[in-house]
Each structure stands twice: as C-alpha cells, then as structure tokens.
C-alpha cells in the first residue's frame, strides 16, 4: 500500500438531486441505479482502488454501469459528489484532487495525469498534424526549443509505431488505429506517472485492435506507468491487467486478479458477464 | 453639406462627436487596460462617424485621452494624406478643437493604422493603434469562453502549436502583421496591425501604447517600459520583414544599415519600386539630404 500513484477513497458520484440519502434502494441488489425517492443517478458509489507504479488495473462491466464515471472523475472531467482521490506525484498524496479548482485540474492533465479517449477527437485536434499534437502537450509544459520539440515527438511516434513519413500529416487523414497511436504518443509525451485508457480499442477492427493492445501492454511494461482501463472487454482487461474490479449499477460487485477473475468468479453478475465473454 | 464642425454646433447637447460621460468611461477601461498590460478590456464601444473597421476604436481612444492644448497626428499606412487618415485627422481637429501635425516628433497624441512611427517616440507620448482583430488566439479557438479560459490561465499551448505547423508547412514562421507577443511576461496580445518590422519597437517603449477595437469592444495597452516579446521557439529566432531592394529616395539600402521599413508598388510591367512606409519621415529624410525642398512638407492638408 506504500508504493502506489493513484488512491481512489470511497468514490461517489450522483446525477440529478439529492445527496447521500438518494443511494439508499440503488446497487446491484435492486437492479438498478436510478433513486427511488428522488430521481437521482448514481453514476458510481463506495468506489475504491490504488494503482501502483507499473500495475495496470481493469474496470470492466457493461454500458450504464458506472466505469466511465469513475474515470470521468479520477481525469476531472466531473465532479465527484463525495470521496477522495489522490495522486502520490501531487503533494505525495495529501491532497484530494476533487478540492482543486477546475483550472488547478487542468494543469495535472499536462504532465501528471494522461487519459487516452475511447474517440480520437476527444484527444486530439484532428486538424492538427500528428506531430503538432504531441507539441501541444509539450509547449503546454514549457518546451520552447523547436528542435527538441521534433526530435521528442519522432521518437513518441516511432515507439507507437506510426511511421514518420506521416508526422506532418493531419490527424483527420489517418485511420482509427493510428489515431489511436498518436493518442497514446500525446498522452505519454510528458511521462505522467498515471495513464487513464477509456475503451482504447473500442470500434477498432479485431486485427488493428490486437496490434494498439499489443503496443499498449509493451509502453505499460517499459515506461512503468500506473495505468487504469476502462473497457466492456475482457479480451481488453485480460490482455493488459492483472487486478481488476467488476462494476454493476455503479458498484464494484468483485474484484481480483485478472486471471482468476476470469477462471472463477464468484459474484452472480461477474459469472454472467464471464459467460456471455467466453461464449 | 454639413460637416463635422457644423454638425457639433447645431447640436446644442453637445459640442464633441463623443460625449463626455463616454469619454470618461473609455478612458476608465484605458486605465484599467494599463494597469494590466496586454489584457482585453470589454467597452461600450459607440457608434462613430465613421463605419466599423475604418478606426472607430481608435478613434475613440484619441478623442478620450487628448486635451485641448495637445497636437494630433493621424496616419494611416505610414501616409497623412491617405483618405482615411485625413478625414479622421479633420473629425478630431473639429471635435476637440486641438493642432494636427504630421511629424511625429511633435505629436502627443499618434492614432495609427498598420504603422509605428519611423521616429523613436519619447516618454509623454500616446500611440493609438486602430485594432481590426484584437485576439489573438481567435485562429485557434472560435468559443468565447474558451478563450477567456485559456488567457486567464496563461494556457497558449495552442498559439505554439500554430507557430509549430506554421514552420513545418513553410519552414518559417509566415506570419506578418498581429504578430503575437507577450506582454509583460503574462498576457498574448495580438500587434495587429503592424507589420513585424515594427514589433521591436514596442518592446521597453518609453510611450504608452493603446491598442483599440470599435468593432469588437476591446481595448488593450503597453505601458512605458514594459517587455513585449515575440512568440518564437530559442531555436527560431524572431526576424524582421527583409529589405529586398533599394528605397526609390535611395537613403534606405539592404546594402546599409536599413532603417526603415520599405513597401512595394507593384508596376504593370511586372517590375516593382520600393518605397519608404513612413511617408512624413522620409520626406524629412530628404529635405536633409537635399534630395527635396522644405516646401514640400506642408503638403498635407491639416
């Protein structure tokens, strides 16, 4: 437990009105996450992980059931209704990132927190070539030297494989895997000690799919990045994990190693998710 | 016909195109925009006697700070005679009653269009530029509260990556007039619309520099001796418009030190002369050098 980057503490989000008081006759044991007496959406609920230096963890569970809120909330696009999370890079974790303001929030995501969209043009600006998108990044953290700025954005694009013949191509020309390369070169361009990965091969072809999640695995292994997947595919979650949570009506229902998860789960949900995976 | 003149007196409310209370209010937001170099100071811009676009923001600002013992020059393109500069020269010198010149040397006050003066300018001096687009971030980012976000946190990631495509298209960076800069280590401001021969001049100015915007409501400010300094990479330095060819007054070379900033008047053969910008400063030059009779000065019609 000392030796982690992201802490995340009895995380909570709600939509609509109302506080705590909303999540009572919500979770998986009412089978649904809608409030019965106020209407309310509980996104995610009583939400807890660390993530260590070089461990990538899962969250995986179907559409509606929370795991894109609590990444939503960990990178600061939403707010979080209740709970902490915490960075060990930031004031070595004493500071609950949901305190800071929006601009403060903004200033992580250029060095200390990455995330790595599900849809390209959330991350990237299309219009943009590949290489000025990894600049954006950079100038955003102060690099000034036009030189160095190519030289660091050829090698990210080298190590994602794109090949540097494109590099002043704008993004919008190139095909949904490679965007996602450049993606993953922007996010780690700064070396940001937690990377957020939202469906990352979500809507790639099976083989192009294979090749980002074959790259992913390798840059986690390498650059010893604390990362956390989000992803409705075990496929996905096996291939890079090793621990993961299984989300149900904005709860995690079970958690474990990957592998054992996959073998032998325990909850009703996750033998039913297991199941419809492996056919 | 009525001119400006007789139509300020007819009006017994006032004798000024602008009235006094829109006076004091431009030049509250012209102080504020002093105390806060390079920041974009929203104003109720009124509605001038002339259209949006030919200088109604600076022609505001002119006729809010200047008194009635200073002395105005209006130029416009480096020229006092051009159409726009003259009738804007004769809307102030019938407003506010006060002397017009064309040397810049003798002006207090120097509304301005695309030109800072060939002449350095001292302390005491106000240089009004008439500002057609005064953000310059607009290329980037279309969303005005985007843009509020990004000047408020310093974010100009993207006004780099502009400069970084533009150098990887072209090899340099193309941009000429709105050169941005930096004011004062904080804000981006654009210098429209001087072309990037005249950026220089701006930087630790010993003249207040008031930049504004009719159209779009804004006014922004370079207080004396303030740092302006051009957006460039340390490995790209920031260069000037170069000087293709001789002066048709021949005082300005590329071969020499050139001191001044030359435009071309394209012929139909093709072929092209270069001239002094300045218009006022080189015939000066000339009259110096012998090369024109001091009669020629007085030309211009104030």
Known sequence: ?279 | MSSIATLVQADPRTSRVLDETSKREIRRATLTALAIPGYQVPFGSREMPVARGWGSGGLQITLAVVGPTNVVKVYDQGEDGGVNAANLRRLVRDSEGVATTTDAREADVIQTRHRVPEDALGEGQILVLQVPVPEPLRGVERDMNELRRMHAESDYARMWVSLYEDVVRNGVITRTTGYPCTVDDRYVIATTPIPRWDVPKLHQAPHIALFGAGREKRIYAIPPFTDVVPLTFDDIPFEVEEVAAPCRCGLVSPDGAADAYLVELPAQDGTSTWVCSDADWCARRRVDAGLLEAESLQEVEL
């Open chain 1, 1 to 279: 437990m000392n030796d982690w980057a992201l802490r995340v503490q009895e995380l909570g989000r709600i939509y609509g009105p109302g506080g705590a008081e909303c999540v009572a006759g919500t979770g998986p044991e009412f089978g649904r996450s809608v409030s019965p007496t106020t209407g309310a959406v509980v996104g995610c609920w009583d939400i807890g992980f660390h993530v260590s230096p070089g461990e990538a963890l899962g969250v995986i569970g179907e559409s509606g059931s929370g795991k894109s809120t609590v990444m939503r909330c960990i990178a600061g696009d939403q707010q979080t209704s209740t709970g902490r999370i915490t960075l060990r890079s930031v004031d070595d974790g004493a500071t609950d990132l949901g305190s800071l303001t929006d601009s403060e929030r903004r200033a992580l995501r250029i060095d200390q927190l990455a995330v790595v969209y599900q849809d390209p043009s959330e991350g990237l600006d299309l219009h943009v070539s590949a290489g000025g998108n990894i600049a954006d990044r950079l100038t955003a953290a102060g690099w000034r030297h036009f030189g160095n700025i190519r030289e660091r954005a050829a090698e990210l694009l080298a190590r994602t494989e794109v090949p540097l013949d494109r590099m002043d191509d704008p993004v919008a020309t190139f095909s949904g895997g490679m965007r996602q390369r450049v993606q993953l070169a922007k996010a780690l361009a700064n070396r940001p000690p937690v990377l957020l990965l939202d469906e990352p091969t979500t809507g790639l072809d099976a083989s192009v799919a294979a090749g980002v999640l074959d790259l992913i695995r390798d840059l986690l292994e390498e650059t010893g990045v604390a990362a956390v997947v989000v992803s409705h595919d075990f496929n996905v979650i096996e291939t890079l994990t090793r621990r993961c949570l299984v989300m149900h009506h904005g709860r995690v229902v079970e958690e474990g190693l990957t592998d054992q998860l996959l073998e032998d789960p325990q909850d009703a949900y996750s033998q039913r998710l297991v199941g419809a995976a492996r056919g």
